[in-house]
């Protein structure tokens, strides 16, 4: 499996994978319109070009992704998903760890968000050295558990 930057021409088999991976988040809440779902080709498209974007690849099938929106000292992630036949084959858990290689020197903390029913997923944030740091809602009402990782100390 490789890891690499997504590039524009990613973006098509990304939405791909993305919405297959969320229906499962789908199911679980009851929404089909989960931001992840929402997003459109156009959507991903900005993220590629705005945001550092990973995919993972299996020898040329794009089989997961993740993404950081930089601001500042804080990179917040988002996205992570796996295509849903090649799940618990530890993609995602080196998709994370990829992302804090590709975080820029300055970034010193990455915030992540993830569902609160999500059990597992949080839990798994926490063996890759997520705290939890709040909590809250999105604008559809789903309940949200607030993540972070310092990555780097102040100086
Ligand atoms: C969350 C998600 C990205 C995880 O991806 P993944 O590739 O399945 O994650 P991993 O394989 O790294 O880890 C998942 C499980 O497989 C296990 N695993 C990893 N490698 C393994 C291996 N070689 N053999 C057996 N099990 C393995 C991990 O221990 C983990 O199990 P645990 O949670 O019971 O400890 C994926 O389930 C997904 O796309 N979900 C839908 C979207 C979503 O919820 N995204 C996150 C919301 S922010």
Known sequence: MLIRRALDGDAG???????AAF???????????LPPLREDLDGVRAAI??????VALEATRLVGSVRVRLDGR????????????????????RLLAAVEEAAPQ???????FTGADSAETVTRY?????????QGE????????????????PA
């Open 49 to 54: 070009a705005s945001q550092v974007v990973l």
């Open 74 to 93: 804080v990179g917040h992630v988002g996205r992570l998903a796996v295509a849903p036949d090649r799940q618990r084959l530890g993609i995602g858990t």
């Open 23 to 33: 229906v499962a988040e789908a199911q679980r809440y009851g929404d089909p319109f």
């Open 138 to 153: 999105d604008d559809r009402g789903v309940r949200l558990v607030h993540l972070a990782k310092v990555l780097r100390p």
């Open 13 to 19: 088999e990304l939405l791909t994978v993305q919405r």
């Open 126 to 134: 926490g063996r890759a050295g997520y705290v939890r740091t709040g």
């Open 106 to 112: 300055e970034v010193r903390e990455l915030r992540l």
